[in-house]
C-alpha cells in the first residue's frame, strides 16, 4: 500500500516537474496533453482505491483532489476555447 501511495505522489511530482519547467510546450500539444491525462487518471485511479482500502484515508483524499485538479487544468489547458482563440486540441471540428 506504501508503494502505491508512493506511485501516485511521485507522478503528481513528475507533473508540477513538468509544469514548472516547461517541458510540455515545447513537445507537441497531444503528447503534452496526453501525458498530463495518463499522469491526472492514473493518480486518479491509484488514490480511489487507496481510499477504498482507508489506507491513509486524509492523505488519500488529498492525492484524490490533486488529480482531479491536474484532470480540470488539462481539460482547461488543451480542450477549451480562450478569448475567441480556438483550443489547442479541438474535440469537434
Known sequence: MKGLLGICISMQ???VLL???GITPKLNSYVGATIYVIIG?????????LAGKKFLLGISF??????LLIICFTIFIYFLPEAGMPPEIPLFG
Open 62 to 67: 488529498i492525492a484524490f483532489i490533486f488529480s
Open 13 to 15: 511530482m513528475t507533473f
Open 41 to 49: 487518471l492514473a493518480s486518479l485511479v491509484i488514490s480511489l482505491y
Open 19 to 21: 509544469f514548472i519547467t
